[in-house]
């Protein structure tokens, strides 16, 4: 993930305005006839102007409070971060006395993006915006700071239960650890109901019916219109899905029993070698192919090859320097949080920054030493470069071109971490010969196509929650419906009736929105094959690595400068010349993989 400035959840610029004359409303605000374009230019100016200052100490005081969890750093940043959150609602209020006034397209734009740049819009009035920016701080210090005890003296914090999830296979311990762990949301239950109906008061002062239709109508498009495209995009992936999960509950059924994992029911979700079942990369051990199949690994080459957490993010910087992009400035090697302290709390998600809009960058991370890791530093200073090819940009285009495209970027350069890539490098001696890459797509599958619906599902829960189709009463129910309906997963054992375990997932307390990561997932496979084709890779499209292509690396700026001051339909088309997201390549690029899966269940019975 990434954090342009300040508050995650708050306020970010970062979401795309409707189409100029899509969701007109009536302003609570009475239109003065006199106002002109001049009046709207100079509205937009002021206003970036007034925003950039107040950025900049909410994003210090929220990096302070994210590296160092404390009552002091806490409040600091809750007061910085509700400064700025009140003033934005107010400006993005007020933006509405120009919607009937003609303006230039440019102007527009803007307008629309400081009405749509509010993820929770704070009420107007002054006690209620205070309180609304408290429980978000709250909310995320009870994320950051919790634990699970075992016994008085014997308490386990988040990365190493995640640890023992990845690796650890007694059933047992892993549903003690996914129990556990789900003890920390009960008590953020009614906090999040309390931010949930304040933030819709909000939204309603912006002319909005809750804050579901601001989150959907950030995209270029009627929010309906994106929803229907989501489900086309879903309906593109789900029959790989059906085949991967399918697969995979067999060779589960045969690790722990099948009266551990049923065979006609969905997978119990504390199997899947992660915390919320996202990504099962993890668990390729329990499903490989049975025949010997060399795939490198790349945690015990950085081992080998004494990579330090440094280390790591040296080599992924050397990664954009070989497409051409400059060298991450002084202080970012002097400002980031590499490792978790031992003394202290802290949001150890890995997160990128742009402190100052410039180039002040930092990556927050607890590195783990990795292949995984090494692929989320990729990730991360992914979201560093794209930051600043558009920090020339008027502050109100600095941004992703949709929410997905930021997350994409950083995972298109991970798709480059290919064998080739490892021995050019120096990581790895050889690269395995292609009868191996079932292994390897088998490997990023577990991770890429099986976090597909999970990408999907959270914001289908939130949205109904935001619009109360869901009431706090159902909300843990309408969780587990959605992770069946889509993932096809269930709970190990039975909830408590106190049970929020949605709140036990990151950017729900956290309240970043999450379509983003879908789209990314989609998007990254339409990138990684636009930039092999622009780099000659004449190989199959998952054994290319761009790695040292000066021209895939202009192709791929002259994207990212546009940061969102154009449409996300025109910033695809730069790169790819398709202006509509398509699955196909993320099918394209695993389809080797489907015909072994299909082989592998032909004899079995797939669904739940
Ligand atoms: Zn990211």
Not at 26 to 50: G, W
Not at 330 to 338: G, K, L
Not at 502 to 513: D, I, R
Request: include cysteine; hydrophobic fraction near 40%; glycine fraction near 6%.
């Amino acid at each position: 993930m990434y954090l342009r400035n300040t508050k995650i959840a708050l306020f970010m610029l970062t979401s795309l305005g409707l189409s100029a004359c899509g969701n007109s409303q009536s302003p609570a605000l009475t239109e003065e006839p006199a106002l002109t374009a001049e009046d709207a230019k100079k509205f937009i100016d002021d206003a970036q102007a007034e925003l950039a200052a107040l950025q900049l100490p909410a994003a210090q005081a929220e990096w302070a409070y994210q590296t160092y969890i404390n009552q002091d750093t806490a409040a600091v940043t809750a007061h910085l971060s509700g400064k700025l959150t009140a003033r934005a609602s107010e400006l993005a209020k007020e933006s509405a006395k120009f919607n009937n006034v003609e303006v230039d397209p440019d102007t527009r734009r803007k307008l629309n993006l400081m009405r749509n740049g509010l993820v929770m819009p704070a009420p107007a009035d002054e006690a209620k915006a205070a309180r609304l920016s408290q429980l978000g701080s709250e909310l995320g210090g009870m994320y950051g700071s919790g634990k699970y005890c075992r016994s008085e003296d014997e308490c386990f914090r988040l990365t190493e239960m995640a640890n023992i999830m990845a690796t650890e296979r007694d059933h047992e311990l892993l549903l003690e650890m996914w129990e556990g762990w789900r003890q920390v949301s009960p008590p953020m239950k009614e906090l999040f109901a309390e931010q949930a109906e304040l933030a819709n008061e909000g939204a309603k002062e912006l002319g909005l019916a809750d804050v579901s239709e601001l989150w959907r109508g950030s995209y270029d498009m009627p929010a309906d219109a994106f929803a229907a495209e989501l489900d086309r995009l879903w309906g593109q992936v789900q029959p790989f899905y059906e085949a991967l999960h399918c697969h995979v509950r067999a060779e589960l059924g045969e690790q722990y029993g099948e009266d551990v994992v049923s065979q006609d029911k969905p997978i119990p979700a504390h199997l899947l070698g992660n915390m919320w079942g996202q990504t099962w990369g993890n668990i390729y051990d329990i499903v490989k192919p049975e025949e010997k199949l060399d795939v490198i690994d790349v945690t015990a080459a950085l081992a080998q090859h004494d990579y330090d957490e440094v280390k790591m993010v040296k080599q992924a910087e050397s990664f954009f320097s070989s497409l051409g992009f400059e060298p991450l400035p002084e202080t970012f090697w002097q400002r980031s949080q590499f490792s978790q302290p031992a003394d202290r709390d802290v949001v150890c998600h890995a997160s990128a920054w742009n402190i100052d809009s410039k180039d002040d960058l930092r990556i927050k991370m607890c590195i783990q030493k990795t292949g995984e890791e090494f692929a989320v530093i990729h990730h991360e200073l992914g979201h560093n470069y794209y930051q600043r090819a558009y920090n020339h940009l008027p502050l109100l285009y600095q941004g992703s071109a949709n929410d997905g495209f930021h997350e994409a970027i950083g995972d298109t350069i991970a798709l480059s971490i290919t064998p080739k890539y490892l021995k050019q490098i120096g990581l790895v001696d050889q690269v395995p010969d292609a009868s191996n890459d079932i292994g390897m797509l088998l490997k990023l599958a577990l991770d890429k196509i099986a976090f597909v619906p999970f990408g999907l599902l959270v914001d289908q829960w939130r949205w109904k929650v935001l619009s109360g189709e869901v009431t706090p009463e159902q909300y843990n129910t309408a969780w587990w419906e959605l992770r069946e309906k889509y993932q096809g997963l269930m709970a190990p054992v039975e909830r408590p009736a106190d049970a929020f375990d949605p709140g036990a997932k990151y950017h729900v307390p956290a309240n970043t929105p999450y379509t983003r990561y879908f789209l990314a997932h989609i998007l990254q496979f339409q990138f990684h094959k636009s930039l092999c084709e622009i780099a000659g890779d004449e190989g199959p499209v998952h054994r290319c690595s761009i790695y040292g292509s000066a021209e895939a690396g202009k192709a791929l700026n002259d994207m990212l400068e546009l940061g969102q001051s154009k449409t996300w339909q025109e910033a695809l088309q730069t790169l790819t010349g398709k202006d509509q997201m398509d699955a196909t390549a993320i099918l394209d690029y695993f389809a080797p993989l489907k015909g072994w899966l299909d082989e592998q269940n032909k004899d079995r019975q797939c669904g739940w």
